[in-house]
């Protein structure tokens, strides 16, 4: 249909991982999906770019086109089964995407990230998040969508990620037309477990408890991360309205937010997404 939205998809996991091809299923039934996503995992690569990296030509590790003050940089790619695998990042095919296919897409999606994205502290490093914010930077409107996978044992496949791929869809085809990314410039979406039952949605803000701890112990410096090990036991300090709190009641989290990493929270918002969600 020639009314259907152009859908850039991309993510963090890599073009093989089952969540982004659970997306591509279900957003190609209601969109025109180009895919343009890492050729491997590039997890927590934040808001990397490849840019000047991708050559070692000069001795400082610069591409010889920037060395020659041409600011240029490649990203190299192959040809894809759902379209395009890029050996870059995921900030790297949101721009390349966003300024580079033709036509341009009226929406880019990130994801399913496998894990869930939660609190204010995870923008900044997550490359799910990272490539929804850079193409919001783009003025591209822009949805990071993932899905908490604690507790799931073996690898996941595609069909674990329906419901995640249901909500895409939703949010794809119900946003058009309401104004929403007048007011907001990207959305981050966590869908509970696919084990759990669904329990609606609630608009949320990115939680700003965080607690990462550290020690040295025999003579080697560990990292332990405390939120993620109370969550692990279903038992997290966050307050009601926050998005960490949300998912572990089972509803799916919608923070709608703007750059670089505002939360907005208004009345037209939360109107608008109840009537879509």
């Known amino acids: 249909m020639d009314d259907q939205p152009e859908i850039l998809l991309t993510n963090d996991d890599g073009i093989d991982a089952p969540g982004i091809r659970a997306l591509y299923d ?14 491997r995992n590039q997890s927590a690569v934040g808001r990397s770019l490849s840019y000047g ?25 192959v040809d894809h089964e759902i379209g395009y695998a890029v050996d870059g990042t995921p900030c790297d095919c949101a721009i390349v995407g966003v300024n580079a296919l033709d036509p341009e897409p009226d929406l880019v999606i990130s994801g399913c990230n496998e894990g869930a994205n939660l609190g204010a502290y995870v923008f900044s490093r997550s490359g799910t998040v990272s490539a929804a914010m850079e193409a919001a930077f783009l003025d591209t409107p822009s949805i990071a969508i993932s899905m908490d996978t604690l507790g799931l044992e073996g690898d996941l496949e595609p069909a674990q990620f329906e ?5 895409a869809a939703t949010l794809a085809t119900g946003v058009p037309g309401t104004g929403l990314f007048d007011r907001v410039d990207y959305l981050n979406v966590n869908v ?19 607690e990462m701890d550290a020690t040295f112990e025999n003579g080697q410096f560990q990292l332990t991360n405390r939120l993620w090990q109370q969550m692990a036991n279903r038992d997290i300090p966050d307050p009601e309205d926050t998005d960490r709190h949300a998912l572990l009641e089972g509803t799916v989290s919608v ?5 670089p990493y505002d939360v907005v929270e208004t009345e037209p918002v939360r109107n608008i997404l109840e009537e879509i969600l």
């Open 26 to 39: 279900a957003l190609s039934a209601v969109a025109s999906v180009t895919v343009i996503a890492p050729d």
């Open 53 to 77: 990296r991708t050559s070692s030509d000069t001795d400082d590790g610069l591409s010889t086109s920037m060395a020659d003050g041409m600011f240029t940089s490649p990203v190299p790619h």
């Open 163 to 167: 419901r995640a791929g249901e909500i």
């Open 192 to 210: 509970p477990r696919p084990d759990l039952e669904p329990n609606g949605f609630e608009l949320t803000r990115p939680t700003e408890v965080y």
């Open 255 to 259: 923070s709608p937010m703007t750059v």
